[in-house]
């Protein structure tokens, strides 16, 4: 009996899809009770279980045994706009639940790297935010409680649906950015905003020293941009820099907001985008982290920007960046091969930033890791976390490459 | 040679408390329905005092409790007989305040208040505010996750916390996050957050600080129903615009802090009070956006809406509010604090639910809560010392808790488990979730010494089988350890 038959045969023919393009069989459960199902066989038979989502950010191509989609697990089993929290399934596509969550008045302030159909689960477990972090926090701010399924096929719930909770210990942070290292993700509950009464984008193109200056003196001026980034040529297709400013809000503060960005523009000159204009703009430097075969994340401090975009021009080049100068969050993306992801990462652990590898092929990903090796004492806490939650090993993820 | 004598030569010897009399000072928290007499209760002095004395307790296997400022509202901190008690109030320096980059490094022992004074100067605030401020610890507050009013629009302490040095239960220093908060492989600092110091110490404590706003509008509105004011905060926020704080004081509430000396000037025949409170950088954004919450609250049939008129005006306004729980001591010797947290909308239904549940048990119960994110804390005043009475308010704690699940909530916002919280914990999580919890819990601590007995009640465990931290107990062994420390576990009631 093949793994196929055996997995037909516990979920039903309506689970198995067609096979992945390196012919692993991929296989869409229905259901969290049927990812658990899946993944407590896949324990018990060892088989080696790769996690996928559409298949539109990380690359279909770790070795496994079979492929577990998320993407029937597309359901929102609820929207509350007066709370302003949601559920949602992992293998919803951020698009529809943009959607839906519009047409009820709510928003969630994420805009992650990525194609418009990129699953909610894909982006928690790699915690990839976009611009929208430097108004609204990194990933895990927006989550109020998760239920994953372990490698040995349990299924836990963390944190709950309300506003705050700190009942027992946050399980939810731990899958927010595990790679889906501790477990899959089967269901999200989700803080909301109220969707933005105003919103618009302003874009000041330049030097990158300029926009750098122009970006700290927004912050030093009191405005309270939702998003403030800076975007290399490339992926902008500008011909100079670009700093983007997103103002989202009430009226009354978006309009306080724009009066005080041409005080702050060092006498550059914004130039305001018409809604479907920015929607363009936001969603190109979205869909720019797509396609070239490696995207990673680095994290420093503010002040540390503009040493940290020179390191990466003289290292791997520029030509296709993002970051946001008043976190200190910077994503590149581009083709770079083993040695120098590992001679830069050696080099950033040095000046204490971490990089994380977001997407990459496997090859790649197998041999630098997405987090690479850690600080002194936590690998072995890293490696205890892992065992827990998948004792087996049937989750196949590259979390420290070799 | 005794335990204690051994942590003399470690901290010095008036820094080692052993008589009963300066023991029993330690066996509470702010919770009085708890009481617990630690062993031993020792106050390092510096991070490699606090260090040598986990070492120590490490390798005789003694277990051990990390405490703040004891203004915890769980049980947390409190010591089993067996247990040493390590009072981090001495680790109290701010080590670094980062103005360009907007962070603070700190000691865990120093008070809330303190770093925010410290910060105000360089135009930055470390906004999470619980009502104890101003005498409670940064690494109480990490412990815990603490909130507070303004956690509404700034997050609560998970969101402020980039890094930490964490002393491990086996006295090995692990550092998790960094500077920028991006983590190191995965995000163990927000693992490491609310995990109630069973997970270990931190010892260096990295936190956010955020510009402080330059204006800031003070509400108080007072409604006629319960009900009326909290429609009236699901209409301020569904509106979009997020307020600092969002806050609801009942009349029981109101009385008690009009009748104490932090009257604030509530108007006592109000059924409740809303504290709204918008701040922001711009001034023009304040005021318009205050306009509008103005409106929303008279169109939510707000009887009337005072605007702060000056800054003397508004702390009065929220000193009432902060030390609401102070006031509560006049209405009775004793007072049980609840922490539920509902879904906004079910505000209205559950505060009428606790009404009856009170009126039921003939207890009385005071409402004053973070109404912004459903944070509720119903108040039951009592006396202990009534047998009686005391089943009544275990009873109706019972049946509030159950109301606050059923209407999809959860067992604490902002106060933790603890021990006072154990038995609810299977209410809201299945044995496989709680197994989990605990097994996690072993990786951080697979002997279970740091403060034992809290979070996780065990007995409704599912088992699962943790694979610890292979290390554990093996790194950082030539550091601190003495041979003359390696006594007896027996020796630990010696010398008393």
Redesign the interface.
Known sequence: MTILDKVTALLGEGAVLEAAPDRVPRVAPGSPDAVALLLGTAHQEGWRVRIEGAGTWLQSDAPADLALTTRRLDRIPAI??????ATAEAGIGLDQLRQQLADR?AWLAIDPPGLAGRTLGSIVST?TAGPLRHGF??I??HLLGVTFV?GDG?????G???????????????Q???FG??GVIVLVHLRL?????ADVTYLLEGAREDLTQVGEDI?AA???PAALELVSPALARRERWVLGVRLA?????V???E??LGAASGGGRFTSLRAEEAHAFWMRLSEGFAVRPVTF????????SDELLDLLQHQLGDEWISASPA???IRWTGDAGIDRLQRLRRTLAGM???L?LERAPWAVRQAVGH?GA?????G??????R???D?GGALVVA?EGS | MSLARDLAAIVGEKHVREARAERVTYSMDGLPTHRRVPDLVVLPGSREELIAAVRLLAALGVPFVPRGAGTGLSGGALADQGSVLLVLTRLNRILQIDQANRRAVVEPGVVNARLGAAAKPHGLQYAPDPSSQSACTIGGNVAENAGGPHCLKYGVTANHILALEVLLADGSLVELGSAGGEPWGPDLVGVFVGSEGNFGIATKITVRLTPAPRAIRTLLADFSSIRAAGEAVSAIIASGIVPAALEMMDQSCIRAVEDSVYAAGYPRDAAAVLLVELDGRNEGAVTAETATVTEILRKSAARSVRSAATEAERERLWQGRKKAFGAMGRLSRDLVVQDAVVPRSALPQVLDTICAIAKHYGLVVSNVFHAGDGNLHPNISFDATDPVLKKKVEAASAEIMQTCIDAGGTITGEHGVGIDKLRYMPLIFDAESLGAMQAVRRVFDPHELVNPGKVVPVHACREWSSMGNAEFGMRNRQAGFNSAFHIPHSAFVAGR
């Open positions: 509350e706009p007066p709370d302003l929290t008045g915690a926090g990194p895990k701010d372990t349990r299924m836990v719930q963390s709950g649906r309300v506003m705050k909770n700190v009942a027992g210990y946050d399980l939810t942070r731990l927010a950015g595990g290292a501790f905003r109220a969707l933005p009464r912050a009191g405005l309270t809000g009430s009226p009354a503060l309009a306080a907001d009066a005080g994340r680095i994290g420093g401090v503010p002040t540390a976190s200190g969050a204490e930033v971490p994380t987090f850690y600080r002194e004492g936590v072995p806490l890293v490696t205890g976390l065992r827990t939650f004792p979390t």
